[in-house]
């Protein structure tokens, strides 16, 4: 896979009706949400109400 600033080893299978993707994405970095990333992630979801975070974590590559 080819991104803006990386490219990953993975793989890939077709059965006809279904695409199987997976990727070994290298070391990454968590850490925990801000609020207003959890509501525009909550928003985009379509969860309107207060929904629990706890174990969330933003992911972001080492490069």
Known sequence: M???????????TWDGTEANV???P???D??????TECRDVLTA????RHTPTSGAA???DRV
Do not use: D, M, Q, Y
């Open 30 to 35: 968590l850490r925990e949400p801000t609020e």
């Open 2 to 12: 080819h991104t803006s600033g990386r490219v990953f080893e993975g793989w890939s």
């Open 22 to 24: 997976a990727f070994e």
């Open 58 to 60: 933003i992911a972001s």
């Open 45 to 48: 979801l379509g969860v309107t």
């Open 26 to 28: 290298g070391p990454v």
